[in-house]
């Protein structure tokens, strides 16, 4: 028998096989695949099970963005077909390495086509080329697909075969595609080259062609093998176990190119970031990723995209009197341009288990907002957008708020800014959150209402763009870490980021001014002196976590818990 | 025909439910499969006899149940004291055929994160969606697994409740194939119903799931109760018999747990301890 050859490419389904929002059941060579489309016209070919329980994806939920499984809703976005939502721990953010096995996929001729282990890109085959098809029934036959193909060629009057997997009945433009289910199953897809003049009359002709030469294939008594033996890709070893955090430093490990640069309100510019190969990871409402910018800064900008967009695209307030990333990125920065960026990260996620989600955005403070609105709006939970700006100008991504549930309050100062908060926070009852992101005195505001009108401190969230405090470096103390079994200590002027990742500790870090949460470190005992803004009160005075960038310690020692 | 019959000592070691006795009184006899064995159940003096090709197969009355054991010397059968509480109501909702194995059958049982999306609208509702925190153990002074304070909110948690509330649940497996459940009781808050489910394992991946419970209820009907069971394992069964593999595997490597599922881990390492290898993928297969 010949050896099935896996790096050959495969009409796997009809185009037709994936109307809007459907997920549709393929096969290849003992692979299933969950196949769907999304409303953007992508094809997706993905293993068909869901890596948390094995449950096939097939089953699962097209919503136009991502495929949710059926057990335990956990969500996939297209594309990527990383995990962005496990509804069980509504408050976390999926680990970025959970993520579908894919396969690539392309759609032509028609049909969508796709290879177990490709090793060229995809080519039409040249029958093909430049036709206007008519793709045919599938027909299913019991019998190795060489033996099919084999059978075919004899069996058709005037065939021949066109290429590995195929063979063309030239007088009536019929070409049949065998594709292999499996060692012992393979499925005849016939195309007519040109569309008929009388289709019915023409598919009724074919589909009896087709039908009769199964039968006499399946007829021919050759012993079919046995079926394919395909394992499991194991998953990554740190989420076998319960995942903990990730522990990486600053990196920069995606290349992306500035695909279009343009002005998304007065000094403010939209970028927008295509990978400069492959795709890039999935990312949750409320990610920021690290730009790493050309003049060797690196600066956090939140991802605005909706769920399942190929791109990200990010804003940046011209900030004349900030640090350079800013007037760096809108001076200096070109479309063409290619970056360094990390991949994203989400210390601000989005708890879906809500009955009503407000969202308050101040200026810029409306990325993370603009993503966490569009994903509540595709899953069709109750939410409001509260869009605080000077102007209508002023107004970032206007494009992107039509059709979503938006109200702009514009032109107002602290006091009337008070008072419509006032208006927005009234009225909490259980199960609702807020999500507030802005300016330093406006989030600071949303707090305090927010806890006069009766919010508890849990279904409040805030992410700040910086930390407006002045930070007191002058303290020196000792830090034991529990788990690497080290003494350090940190002087004056130095944070314990600096010491940990100078004695070859791996904490991860972004924003490096106690804003965005991501080196966060255990503490074990000690009381810390917290510095930072990511933290709220009852967390802070838990004193069992600590902000290394930012925060230092009150008691003359610290033990950590890495 | 019939796989291999099963060699597994872990299995064979075990007593394994055949019928209930409410059916058998029905049915006079039962034939069904067990371990890839055909079996034959017969009522007779002390209530039944299991016969393996017509060679006597040892057998046990309890719980309502016949369970028969092809082992050398099963272990006594794992205590279940509801049962015998005179106050409790024992109803036997109905037994099940599924093509799984009987771990993830039992896996099935113990999730609470699915509530919301398979049994929506009764066991759970979004956007109620959050696992808790609970707590799990093996037990130390018997060999079982527990799992303790598990919440979940649910819109219509038996019968007998019409609103929705944070339901208590404990969740026992004292055998690899049976677990128990307790949860509050709607109509007596001090008490705890019980709710079983006793896998029959045919085959690796072919099951009959006994259902049944011991509960404080006097106001619902044996046919409220059944159809109850009945529509929640209607549910499951779809998504049981989409499971792939089909076997549970034991490799931590397999799939993806999240905290939600502590006790299913536990489950796995507890199978994997014993040394199980039918019905499952081994680590390191
Ligand atoms: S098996 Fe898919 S979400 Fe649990
Ligand atoms: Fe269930």
Redo the contacts between chains.
């Keep these: 028998m010949e050896m099935l050859d896996l790096a050959g490419w495969h009409p796997i389904a009809a185009s037709s096989d994936l109307p809007t929002r459907h997920v549709f059941h393929g096969q290849l060579l003992g692979r ?1 695949f969950a196949v769907w489309r999304a409303d953007d016209g992508f094809v997706n070919v993905w293993e ?2 869901c ?6 994806l097939s ?1 699962g939920l097209n919503d136009g963005r991502e495929l949710r499984c ?4 956990w969500r996939y976005s297209s594309r990527s077909a990383g995990c962005t939502y ?6 976390d953010a999926p680990a970025r390495t ?1 993520c579908n096995r894919t396969y690539d996929a392309v759609e032509a001729a028609g049909m969508v086509w796709s290879s177990v282990a490709p090793e060229a890109e995809f080519a039409l085959p040249e029958v093909l080329a430049g036709a206007d098809p008519l793709v045919l029934r599938p027909v299913p036959v019991n019998a190795a697909p060489g033996v099919a193909l084999a059978l075919a060629e004899g069996l058709l009057p005037d065939a021949r075969a066109i290429g590995a997997a195929s063979v063309s009945f030239a007088e009536a433009g019929l070409v049949v595609f065998v594709q292999p289910l499996d060692a012992h199953r393979c499925v005849l897809r016939g195309v007519l080259l040109a569309q008929p003049d009388d289709r019915m009359a023409a598919l009724r002709y074919h589909d009896g062609v087709l039908c009769g030469l199964r039968d006499r294939i399946e007829a021919s008594g050759e012993v079919a093998p046995p079926p394919l033996e395909v394992g ?1 890709q ?4 740190a ?5 903990a955090r990730a522990r990486s430093g600053p990196k920069a490990e995606l290349r992306v190119q500035v695909a279009r640069k343009w002005d998304a309100a007065q000094d403010v510019a939209g970028f927008q970031l295509r990978a400069v190969r492959g795709v890039l990871p999935a990312f949750q409402p409320g990610a920021h990723i690290d730009v790493h910018l050309p003049n060797g800064m690196s600066r956090q900008y939140s991802i605005t995209n909706a769920p399942g967009e190929s791109d990200y695209t990010i804003g940046v307030k011209r900030d004349a009197a900030g640090r350079g990333g800013s007037v760096c990125l809108h001076g200096d920065v070109r479309e063409g341009d290619v970056l360094a960026i990390s991949a994203p990260r989400n210390n601000f996620p989005l708890r ?4 009503k989600v407000l969202l308050i955005a101040g200026g810029i403070g409306i990325t993370p907002m603009l993503a966490m609105a569009q994903a509540l709006q595709v899953q069709g ?1 109750p939410y409001a957008l509260h869009v605080f700006a000077r102007s209508e100008a002023h107004v970032p991504f206007a494009d992107r708020l039509a059709g979503l549930a938006v109200t702009r309050h514009l032109g107002l100062d602290a006091a009337g800014t008070g008072a419509v908060l006032g208006d927005i926070l009234s009225g909490y009852a259980f ?1 609702h959150h807020v999500y507030v992101c802005g300016p330093a005195p406006m989030l600071t505001a949303t707090r305090e209402i927010a806890a006069g009108a009766g919010w508890p401190e849990e279904a409040v969230h805030f992410e700040y763009f910086a930390n407006p405090e002045v930070i007191d470096d002058s303290t020196s103390f000792e830090i034991a870490l529990a788990r690497s079994a080290m003494t350090l200590q940190v002087p004056a002027g130095r944070s314990i980021l600096e010491v940990l990742q100078e004695n070859g500790v791996d904490v991860p870090s972004s924003c490096e001014q106690g804003a965005c949460g991501t080196c966060v470190c255990g503490v074990l005992e000690g009381e810390p002196e917290h510095q930072d803004v990511y933290l709220s009160a009852a967390e802070r005075a838990a004193n069992d976590q600590i902000m290394t960038c930012v925060s230092r310690a009150r008691s003359a020692r610290l033990v950590l818990d890495i | 025909m019939m796989a291999q019959p099963c060699t597994d000592t872990v299995m064979l070691e075990h007593w394994h439910p055949v019928v209930s006795l409410d059916e058998l009184r029905g049915a006079g006899r039962c034939r069904t499969v067990l371990l890839d064995r055909p079996v034959e159940i017969v009522r007779a003096a002390g209530g039944a006899r299991v016969l393996c090709d017509s060679a006597p197969v040892q057998t046990l009355v309890q719980y309502g149940y016949v369970w028969a054991s092809f082992g050398t010397a099963p272990a006594p059968l794992f205590p279940f004291p509801e049962f015998d509480e005179a106050d409790r109501r024992f109803v036997v909702t109905g037994v099940f055929g599924v093509q799984v194995s009987a771990g993830r059958a039992i896996e099935n049982f113990l999730d609470m994160g699915h509530f919301p999306y398979v049994h929506t609208g009764i066991l759970g509702e979004e956007p109620h969606t959050e696992v808790k925190e609970y707590d799990v153990e093996i037990s130390q002074s018997r060999d079982e697994i527990l799992a303790t304070r598990c919440r979940f909110y649910q819109p219509k948690a038996a019968v007998s409740s019409d609103e929705g509330a944070d339901v208590e649940y404990i969740y026992r497996v004292p055998h690899p194939n049976c677990s128990v459940l307790y949860k509050s009781s709607p109509v007596d808050e001090t008490r705890l119903d019980a709710i079983y489910i006793f896998v029959q394992p045919m085959g690796q991946e072919k099951i009959r799931a006994h259902t049944g419970m011991c509960i404080i209820d006097d106001a619902s009907t044996d046919l409220d109760i059944r159809s109850f069971q009945q529509t929640i394992f209607g549910q499951d069964k779809p998504i049981l018999e989409n499971q792939y593999p089909r076997r549970l595997p034991l490799d931590p490597r397999a799939e993806t747990p999240i905290r939600a599922d502590k006790s299913a881990i536990a489950y796995r390492r507890w199978l994997a301890a014993k040394g199980l290898g039918w019905g499952v993928i081994p680590a390191g297969a």
């Design positions: 299933e068909n099970r890596l948390h329980r094995g449950v096939r089953l059926l057990y335990h809703g496990i509804p069980a721990h509504p408050a959970i499991f194991p998953v990554d070893a989420l076998a176990e319960m995942p879906r288990d809500s009955e939970i199960s």
